[in-house]
C-alpha cells in the first residue's frame, strides 16, 4: 500500500470485509439512541406522576411547608402523566 492509500483509509475502521466512516453512525447505534431515548421520555413520565400522587399523600403541615394548598396539591395529583 502506497502513503496515499494509506492516508485515505487512516480515517476509516474496517469491521469485516466492508468498510465505514467512524464519524457516520449505523442502524444499530441510531436504533439504540432511538430506544433510550423512548426510555429516558418514559421515565420522565413516571416520575412526574410518582411526584404529583406524592402531593396528594402529604399533610396539610407538609403542604404548607412547601407553599402548596391543599386544593393545589389535589388539582395537580389528578392531572394526567402526560400533561
Known sequence: MD???TIRYAGTEW???TQRPSARPTHGRRLMLMVRSLAMWVARLLERRR???AL???TDEQLKDIGVSRCDAHREGLRPFWD
Open 3 to 5: 502513503t496515499i492509500e
Open 51 to 53: 411526584s404529583r400522587l
Open 15 to 17: 469491521i469485516g470485509q
Open 56 to 58: 396528594l399523600e402529604m
